[in-house]
């Protein structure tokens, strides 16, 4: 079904350390109120199954694409007719990758993306990177996603934009020092490609890891359609298509790209 708005929501959870069948309660309350509202999509946090600062344990919860937690998230889409995009730590073989799934209303698993690019030696020690955009149709609308540092470079939103994304999900685990991210990196991403951007992150505190949190959705034009704060919460926005084409026809920087000399 091609949808000319497409309402979404972001979920921003308390980042506190609980297994992942708390995990899926949480979630299906969110779904819960997500569907209330007839919302078509949830965004989660990155490596929402396992929590970002989980040490060893992110080793010990690792499931291939198609593993427990996946088939949990599947059955909550299939019942609340909701999609959702969630974050967890990928086996695959003797791989692992800070990936992000996308699971259809109907429980189908429409994209998995793996991080491209890892930030720290903590992350380091854990994953390995990947290369290459990943998009998919949801809705008729073009989605891309990239996982927090992905995001924060100029060129993958903007091949993400040349692509034909009208979306991206990123979702992310930004600490409290890195609040310029949130609060500025993320709009400027989604104003110079002409995107929709949902930003998804955790809140509170995950052994001694203070997150900001700043979860957001931001419109073609740069601007906000709604921000949390710093609490557990969870927000929405009605995305509407005629944004996108008039945002790039307003700015057209993805075609007069192609013009510069440099």
Partial sequence: MIMHNLRIAVLQPDAAYDAP??????????????????????????????????????????EPSDGPFF??????????????????PEAAGDRLYNAVALVDAEGNLLANHRKLALPSAYEKLYFDSHH?????????????????????????????????????????????????????????????????????????????????????IVGPDGLELATAKHSPALIFADLERDAVERARKRLAYLTDQANLQL
Avoid: H
């Fill in 71 to 88: 088939r949990g998230v599947q059955e909550l889409t299939r019942r609340w007719g909701v999609a959702v995009a969630y974050g967890y």
């Fill in 132 to 216: 290459g955009l990943t998009l998919c149709t949801f809705a008729g609308w073009r989605v891309a996603m990239l996982i927090c540092y992905d995001v924060e470079f100029p060129e993958t939103a903007r091949a993400a934009a040349l692509a034909g994304a009208e979306l991206i999900l990123a979702p992310t685990a930004l600490a409290e020092e890195w609040s310029v991210v949130a609060e500025k990196v993320i709009p400027a991403r989604a104003f110079e490609n002409g995107i929709y951007l949902a930003y998804a992150n955790f809140a509170g505190i995950e052994k001694e890891l203070r997150y900001f949190g700043g979860s957001r």
């Fill in 21 to 62: 069948a708390r995990k899926l309660e949480r979630l299906e309350s969110a779904i819960e109120q997500a569907a209330q509202t007839e919302t078509q999509l949830l965004l989660c946090p990155e490596l929402y199954l396992c929590g970002y600062n989980a040490g060893a344990a992110i080793r010990d919860r690792a």
